[in-house]
């Protein structure tokens, strides 16, 4: 079901949920007075990033004493936007979102199922602490409706340091290095040189950095926006050097690309030692630190995607988590103090220690560890764009991932045709 096809249904449940005046007035920080009461908070997340998110949410708490917080926990197998929608349309009133889709955060405006946030952020002074990049990052249409509290590095390549030295190789630098590298690191008994978890949406990883190296950044916009078809010579290119890497033997069987997600890869680098290299958001950074107990920047490290060398290695991909606050939830003015909240020094500091970088001024920046601040050095002197898969419509990005999966079966350049074709026709009904 698409969000379109519900946008009368759910308007008529926000208005019916109550959005009057008062509550409009009652969510103004400049008018809050004591916090008090519940605030419910929708979560999709697991593992270490839920983990922290209960941290953030008991500071938050022991700031606000007369506040409770609630999670409405969602289970969601790869992209979450589905598991959210059921539970939005099943009825569940909630009063923040924690998404990191643009082109989500545009389906639930139109739903009427967010509200802006310009006033809070004058009323909060959020200007100084995020700088306006990152308000227009959460805007549409010049209207505020996201507050990005952590970003990521899309373009870093994880590596286990004991497989570079039992290879005897440096991180490499260039694509000649990286894909010689594979021979050595089989030789060192590392089977698989990258692991690639292709079960969902991770395999994407590869072809979107990909190409932004081998077009740039406007390309990688123009094809988020539709304004080149998928069938573009810069689209296909990319595809070829990513066939390039398959043909190299970097990945092994795709049927076990197929059969696992971005956390098993992760696992065959830093657990079973069966791989040397996997490319996943820096999310990854806090699973390596606590979920296997590794030393940051000494088990493991980072390295940016190699220098190919076609005019546009100054580029990267980055994502972003923000908060959205609803139309209908029960306590706006606590929705509002929470955003605030988290991009304040402790929230930000607090979420530094869990290896995520927040783009908060008030963040301490050297509580950061050294794989972290190579992420964060990198996006900073680069020109970025946001990962495409979460730019793209709900039913685009389904057919979007299916089709790269049919391309790691078969990297030949008349499959690349059909892939591309196929994409191409649901981007013509999406947009």
């Known amino acids: 079901m698409t969000m379109s096809a519900i946008t009368t249904g759910i308007r008529r449940r926000t208005v019916l949920a109550g959005v009057s005046l008062a509550v409009l007035l009652a969510a103004s920080p400049a008018l809050a007075q004591d916090l008090s009461g519940e605030v419910v ?5 697991g593992g270490t990033d839920a983990e922290m998110w209960k ?3 008991e500071a938050f708490v022991a700031k606000n ?5 609630r999670e409405l926990n969602i289970t969601a197998q790869g992209d979450a936007r589905g598991g959210i929608r059921t539970a939005l349309l099943g009825g569940e009133v909630v009063d923040v979102l924690i998404n990191t889709w643009p082109a989500f955060r545009a389906e639930l405006v139109d739903a009427g199922i967010l ?3 310009d006033e809070q952020w004058a009323t909060y002074n959020w200007d100084g602490k995020l700088n306006q990049s990152w308000k227009d990052l959460g805007s549409i249409d010049g209207v505020a409706y996201g507050l990005t509290y952590t970003y990521g590095d899309r373009s870093g390549i994880w590596y286990a340091t004991e497989a570079m030295t039992k290879a005897g190789i440096e991180p490499p630098k260039t ?3 990286f894909v010689a590298s594979f021979d050595k690191l089989e030789s060192a008994g590392y089977a698989t040189p990258i692991a690639i978890g292709a ?10 950095t990909l190409l932004l190296r081998t077009a740039g950044v406007e390309t990688a916009a123009k094809l988020a926006r539709h304004e080149i078809p998928w069938t573009d010579p810069a689209v296909k290119g990319a595809l070829k050097k990513y066939a390039e890497l398959l043909a190299a033997g970097c990945c092994g069987d ?5 059969a696992n997600e971005w956390d098993a890869a992760s696992d065959s680098v830093f657990k079973a030692k069966t791989s040397a290299y996997t490319m996943i958001g820096m999310w990854n950074n806090a699973r390596a630190k606590n979920d296997y107990d590794l030393q940051e920047g000494v088990d493991y490290g980072l390295l940016q995607f190699p220098s190919l060398g076609a005019g546009f290695d100054d580029t990267s991909s980055v994502d972003t988590k923000e908060l959205n606050v609803t139309a209908n939830g029960k306590n706006p003015a606590v929705a509002d103090a929470f955003l605030d909240f988290i991009v304040s020094a402790d929230a930000a500091n607090l979420m530094a220690g869990y290896g995520y970088a927040s783009p908060s001024s008030a963040a301490d920046n050297s509580l950061l560890g050294p794989v972290q601040q190579i992420a964060t050095a990198a996006v900073a002197q680069s020109k970025v764009q946001f990962v495409l898969g979460d730019l793209l419509p709900g039913d685009l990005v389904d057919e979007y991932r299916v089709q790269l999966q049919k391309f790691l079966q078969d990297p030949s350049d008349a499959n690349i045709d059909a892939v591309t074709a196929a994409i191409e026709a ?4 999406a947009y």
């Open 426 to 429: 649901k981007a013509a009904e």
């Open 175 to 177: 694509w000649d290095e």
């Open 55 to 57: 941290k953030v949410e």
């Open 65 to 69: 004493p007369g506040v409770t917080v």
């Open 254 to 258: 795709p049927a076990t690309m197929l």
């Open 41 to 45: 908070i929708l979560q999709w997340q």
């Open 199 to 208: 079960k969902y949406w991770a395999h994407a990883e590869w072809f979107e």
């Open 115 to 117: 509200r802006p946030i």
